[in-house]
């Protein structure tokens, strides 16, 4: 499965992005999907998931009620929606797929393809 994030860019406090991770090359929707981001000098933190059908979602707290995760299985596609975007959360995000159960999700390591990443800079 090949993964390609893109949406990134440049946003000023407060502001909204709207990020997309396209699939291709695999049954895209009997993977669990997860974005990541990670900072310089940081390790690679979770943000939140969802499940293959979409039914259930799970966020960091530091995101929790900001952003959303949502797919659209017949384009292949996973969404991250980020509104009210702080300083803190410049990162470059990234976007994974792995066949793991919800309890896994949360862990970097366990999830088996990974897309390029796509930079965030929340920015006056």
């Known amino acids: 499965v090949q993964l390609q994030a893109s949406g990134g860019g440049l946003v000023q406090p407060g502001g909204s992005l709207r990020l997309s991770c396209a699939a291709s090359?695999?049954?895209?929707?009997?993977?669990?999907m997860g974005w990541f981001r990670q900072s310089p000098g940081k390790e690679r933190e979770f943000v939140g998931t969802i499940s293959p059908n979409g039914g259930s979602t799970l966020y960091a707290d530091s995101v929790k009620g900001r952003f959303n995760i949502a797919r659209d299985n017949a384009k292949n596609t996973a969404y991250l929606q980020m509104n009210s975007l702080k300083p803190e959360d410049t990162a470059v995000y990234y976007c994974?797929?792995?066949?793991?159960?919800?309890?896994?999700?949360?862990?970097?390591?366990?999830?088996?393809?990974w897309g390029p990443g796509t930079q965030v800079t929340v920015s006056s």
């Open positions: 994974a797929a792995g066949r793991i159960v919800l309890s896994g999700s949360g862990i970097p390591e366990n999830y088996d393809y």
């Open positions: 090359g695999g049954p895209f929707s009997t993977y669990r």
